[in-house]
């Protein structure tokens, strides 16, 4: 069984996250996205447009799941991960995960109107390896 400290050492050095949200007919929608800007306990944080369809999804329905994987020369490993994404636009929040070549994106900087922050809060996940599965709680 993987430990909570290997599963984060794993993730940490992905270079792409895939995000997962839920359209108005209940279909899933997925996303590669850059890596979550800081990872503190069972918490990602994601920086994103606020005018996005991802976040007007969020805001409809919270659930959500990402996905972190390595395809090496012989083996893939993954990991699912599903629980509940917030949008928050609190200027403290988006100070946190601010980095300087962001204004790249977010003309107006750390206040930008379009500049939010995607939190995303595991409750547990499934491992794959070597055509093994195994469940884990955060």
């Known amino acids: 069984m993987k430990t909570k400290e290997q599963i984060l ?11 997962a949200s839920v359209d108005e007919d209940g279909f899933p929608n997925i996303k590669a996205m850059l890596m979550p800007r800081r990872i503190a306990g069972n918490c990602f ?22 996905y972190f994987f390595n395809k090496g020369r012989f083996r893939y ?22 980095r300087t070549g962001d204004t790249m994106f977010y003309k ?15 409750i547990m996940g499934r491992y794959y390896c070597d055509l093994k599965t195994e469940d884990f709680e955060m």
Do not use: H
């Not at 699912?80 to 601010?98: C, P, Y």
């Open 77 to 98: 490993k993954g990991i699912m991960i599903v629980g509940k994404m917030e949008v928050l636009t609190d200027e403290e929040t988006k100070k946190g995960i601010w």
């Open 9 to 19: 050492e794993f993730i940490e050095k992905q270079k792409v996250a895939f995000i």
């Open 45 to 66: 944080y994601f920086s994103t447009n606020t005018s996005s369809m991802r976040v007007a999804q969020y805001e409809k329905n919270e659930k959500a799941s990402i």
């Open 108 to 122: 107006r900087g750390v206040t930008d109107p379009d500049y939010c922050v995607l939190r995303f809060t595991a």
